[in-house]
């Protein structure tokens, strides 16, 4: 009888304390996700805020925009190669030349893009600040280059021409040595947040217009240079290599 008991009580015993290191890591994982959380929204908070912090009080980098000059060309594209497969269909070999900001003369950037098919297309994404942001009364922007793909590739499926989150190289001068270390890595990814969402800097005076495809069938022997026109949108002038 002794031992039914003992028995009985032993079970009651661990039942309990198995009840109880269920209400233990319970607690736990939810003190857990509380904590995440927190850290997740401090995280977005302090990025926000010194995105922010940056735009108002950094004047190096108020000036850098304020400088930023009316870009008439902003860079150009040509055929390197041009070929047909094993198929009979084309393959083209795009050399892509990126330009200064304000310096149309001067190459900071040349990239090779194999594209099936003749017809390519340029992806940029044009950032605006006004004049809450220049104080001047006319607007600047940011021309960045985003991908290049043929008319039978999906353009998330097309090749990436600067890596977002990336300082782009045709800024650096004008924008990027102006900005400390730390500093360059806030403006440029909140910069390129805007590819996901062109409002997201909407309160700072910066907004964002993407899917600005220029595109074009190309053929050996032409450069194509990519301009901007009166409303701020990129096109291309073709012309025959010198």
């Known amino acids: ?3 039914t008991i003992d028995l009985h009580s032993s079970f009651a015993y661990r039942s309990v304390m198995l009840r109880n290191e269920g209400k233990v890591l319970g607690y736990l994982v939810a003190m857990a996700a509380i904590l995440t959380a927190a850290i997740l ?9 010194s995105i922010h912090e940056l735009l108002t009080e950094n004047y190096q980098l108020n000036q850098a925009i304020r400088n930023l000059a009316h870009e008439e060309s902003i860079g150009y594209a040509l055929v390197q190669e041009q070929s047909r497969d094993e198929f009979g269909q084309v393959e083209t070999v795009v ?18 893009f194999h594209i099936p098919g003749d017809v390519i297309h340029f992806d940029a994404m044009i950032v605006k600040f006004d004049d809450q942001v220049v104080r001047e009364g006319k607007q600047r922007a940011l021309y960045l280059w985003r991908r290049v793909y043929g008319e039978h590739t999906a353009p998330d499926n097309g090749e990436s021409i600067e890596v977002a989150g990336a300082a782009p190289e045709r800024y650096y001068d004008a924008i990027t040595q102006k900005l400390r270390n730390k ?20 309160k700072e005076g910066i907004t964002a217009v993407y899917g600005n495809v220029s595109y074009l069938q190309m053929i050996p022997g032409k450069v194509y240079r990519f301009k901007i026109g009166a409303t701020g949108q990129i096109y291309p002038e073709v012309s025959n290599l010198p």
């Not at 500093?183 to 909407?202: E, K, M, T, Y």
């Open 95 to 112: 050399r892509f030349v990126q330009t200064a900001a304000g310096k149309p003369e001067l190459v900071v950037s040349e990239q090779l």
């Open 183 to 202: 500093d360059q890595q806030v403006f440029w990814d909140a910069i390129w947040s805007l590819s996901n969402n062109p409002l997201a800097l909407d």
């Open 1 to 3: 009888m002794s031992d």
């Open 41 to 49: 929204g401090v995280s977005f908070y302090f990025s926000s805020s």
